[in-house]
């Protein structure tokens, strides 16, 4: 497995506002997951797009996929106090359910 | 479910000290995980297991570090002696191999402080 490189490293929003974040890997996935980490907790698993997709949806939350580019980016719509919080990107090439993290990017959304 | 269970879930103790800290996943997963977390160095995955066996231990930083799995429902890692460096939040995930596969639970993890 490959570490994603998430971008920006901080972001800092008012709510209301869209967050978007951004990740690049380096060799090809069989499928990218995003994770969200709020201070002080684990890390939860917000959504998974698989190599043959290009775009998903879950609730608040819009990911893409560019295997061509190698990358891919979350969107958050309508983002709230709530959604402050690291979130990090794990691209999976197979194998064993090996998953290996970046630095994330840290989220402030302000009331 | 109750999740991927962490005890205990704070540890404070003097350097030198033997450390244990522990893991239940969640029924039925056969993958284990623990990683830690620092300011520096972020998350890093230790080692982890699958159906209990080792599989990865690469990121074991040396042999004061060791882990173990005796059964499907139980984890340990151990740090014997402890060092002040060793401080930081270690978290054990669990994951299986059918149906949500390569998604990753994690626990609350253990916060360890090394005086």
């Known amino acids: 497995s490959q570490q994603g490189e998430e971008d920006p490293q901080a972001l800092s929003i008012q709510e209301g506002e869209n967050a978007t974040m951004n990740c690049s890997y380096k060799?090809?996935?069989?499928?990218l997951q995003w994770y969200r980490q709020n201070s002080g907790r684990g890390l939860v698993h917000l959504i998974l797009i698989r190599s043959n997709e290009r775009e998903k949806h879950s609730g608040r939350l819009r990911v893409t996929l560019d295997t061509s580019k190698k990358s891919s980016s979350l969107l958050i719509t309508a983002s709230r106090a709530a959604d402050t919080a690291s979130y990090f990107c794990a691209p999976h090439s197979g194998g064993y359910n090996k998953l290996i993290f970046g630095a994330g990017t840290r989220l402030a959304v302000h009331p | 479910d109750a999740g991927v269970i962490q005890s205990p879930r704070h540890e404070v103790t003097e350097m030198g000290q033997e450390v244990t800290l522990r893991c239940k996943p969640i029924s039925g997963h056969d993958y284990l995980f623990w990683y830690r977390q620092t300011m520096m160095r972020g998350l890093e995955l230790l080692i982890y297991?699958?159906?209990?066996?080792?599989?990865?231990d690469s990121g074991m930083p040396e042999d004061r570090f060791s882990a173990k799995m005796p059964n499907a429902s139980f984890s340990t890692l151990k740090i014997q002696p402890s060092e002040p460096r060793d401080s930081a939040v270690y978290f054990c995930a669990s994951s299986r191999t059918s149906g949500d596969a390569d998604t990753q639970y994690f626990g609350p993890g253990t916060r360890l402080t090394v005086l």
């Open positions: 297991f699958n159906n209990n066996v080792p599989i990865d």
């Open positions: 060799t090809s996935i069989n499928n």
